[in-house]
């Protein structure tokens, strides 16, 4: 069972939403909800009157008669990634999840984790039966700078990503991140990106280099999974085509949990040149992170 609570809303303005039941499928291999290429996810919602472009939280509760309790029972489904978009009974997208996070509650012991729904149209309140289904990947692009994190450097090299990924790959949901060259709040940040809100990709931009405070690749590789040296190597070839200073590059690529993790240049002209490089193996690599079970080479 799911509630949003109107007495812990994050503000006063902020619409909520009771979900009074689920009913969903799942993707063995990955644990999660199969928003996409499976069944999809039938939710009956009952709103609060909200307008379009506001943000409801979404929060975990116990079936009617148990109390104000956070614990999910066993049929509840995982959260629902970022970029799950919830649709009406015509196929009209109405809302979709753009984050997540952890709200103490007043009412209980324990913080619930609260995805974050964006209204994509004004909706009246009362009962919805909404269907949650993922079209599309969801893209994350953290941009590394201490200039930038302190205001004095205006950002267009993670824009960038946005633009190059969004012209060739079907993107349900793309949000940036700007943070100082510092290594907790990078791990922090890859981790529940990764883990917690189930970003498809994430691309880092800024940090590659031998400058004392680029730590973006030594962060990232000891969280990773898996490498994909292939992913470096594209990148490193198209550097090298341009410059010698790309050999000098410390950038890796790798899948930590069912998100794929690229680092990227700092530099705009950089992040042009090494994303296009890899954009033609990106949707493959993407549907076999979802759970692709076709054969590769047809």
């Known amino acids: 069972m799911w509630a949003v609570s109107a007495r812990d809303r994050l503000a006063r303005r902020t619409a909520c939403a009771l979900v009074t039941h689920c009913a969903c499928g799942y993707n063995r291999r990955s644990g999660r909800a199969t928003t996409q290429g499976g069944l999809p996810v039938n939710i009956l919602l009952r709103l609060h009157s909200c307008a379009q472009g506001e943000i409801l939280p979404l929060l975990p509760a116990a079936a009617p008669g148990r109390g104000h309790r956070l614990e999910e029972p066993p049929d509840a489904p995982p959260p629902l990634d970022a970029g799950t978009g919830l649709h009406n009974a015509g196929g009209r997208l109405q809302l979709r999840v753009v984050g997540r996070f952890w709200l103490p509650l007043a009412h209980a012991p324990h913080a619930a984790s609260c995805p974050l729904l964006l209204a994509l149209d004004d909706l009246p309140e009362g009962p919805q039966t909404l269907r949650a289904r993922k079209d599309g990947y969801s893209l994350a692009w953290i941009t590394l700078s201490d200039k930038g994190a302190r205001g004095q450097r205006e950002d267009t090299s993670g824009p960038a990503i946005a633009r190059i990924a969004g012209a060739a790959l079907p993107l349900a949901h793309s949000q940036g991140f700007l943070l100082p060259d510092e290594p907790r709040p ?5 981790t529940e990106l990764a883990l917690g809100q189930g970003y498809d990709l994430i691309c880092t931009t ?18 990773l999974d898996a490498p994909l040296p292939g992913l470096t190597q594209a990148m490193l070839a198209a550097g090298l085509d341009k410059t010698p200073h790309a050999m000098l590059s410390r950038a890796c690529a790798g899948v930590l949990g069912q ?3 690229l680092n990227l240049p700092g530099s705009r002209k950089a992040v042009e040149e090494n994303l296009t490089a890899v954009l033609p193996a990106l949707p493959h690599a ?3 992170l979802r759970g692709d079970d076709a054969d590769c080479g047809r």
């Open 286 to 288: 993407l549907a076999k």
């Open 259 to 261: 998100s794929l993790v």
């Open 206 to 223: 800024g940090g590659t280099g031998l400058a004392p405070r680029d730590i973006t690749p030594q962060v990232t590789a000891a969280l």
């Open 186 to 190: 990078l791990r922090a940040l890859l």
